[in-house]
């Protein structure tokens, strides 16, 4: 079993940065993929970013392109969300998620092709 939280959320003017982690404990994994997503209310869970675990590779959504950067240090099996130039729309709880068999056939955009979830942490930007 793996366990993941995630921290760091808050409240957060429009404009600001947060960065917001996720730390990984259980059993040891050499191999993975890491995804944050998030969650509006009433809305259905987003994606938006995902990293390799093994060479760092990452992927973000368009949605996101050019504000957030996903990033890790597995010394301390952390990952990372680095959110600059927050907008309101981006208000949600954001969670981290990982797969731990991961291969080049599977979407990584989707909740399902994940195994392990973190409850979340809030951020809210206010206008």
């Known amino acids: 079993q793996v366990q993941l939280i995630e921290s760091g959320g808050g409240l957060v003017q429009a404009g600001g940065s947060l960065r917001v982690s996720c730390a990984a404990s259980?059993?040891?994994?050499?191999?993975?993929?890491m995804g944050w997503f998030r969650q509006a209310p009433g809305k259905e869970r987003e994606f938006v970013a995902r990293?390799?675990?093994?060479?760092?590779?990452?992927y973000v959504s368009d949605s996101v392109k050019g504000r957030f950067t996903i990033s890790r240090d597995k010394s301390i099996r952390t990952i990372y969300l680095q959110m600059n130039s927050l907008k309101p729309e981006d208000t949600a709880v954001y969670h981290c998620?990982?797969?731990?068999?991961?291969?080049?056939?599977?979407?990584?955009?989707?909740?399902?092709?994940?195994?392990?979830w973190g409850q979340g942490t809030q951020v809210t930007v206010s206008s």
């Open positions: 998620a990982a797969d731990l068999s991961p291969n080049y056939n599977k979407d990584f955009t989707r909740t399902t092709t994940y195994d392990y």
């Open positions: 259980g059993r040891a994994f050499s191999s993975a993929v």
């Open positions: 990293i390799g675990w093994t060479l760092g590779t990452s």
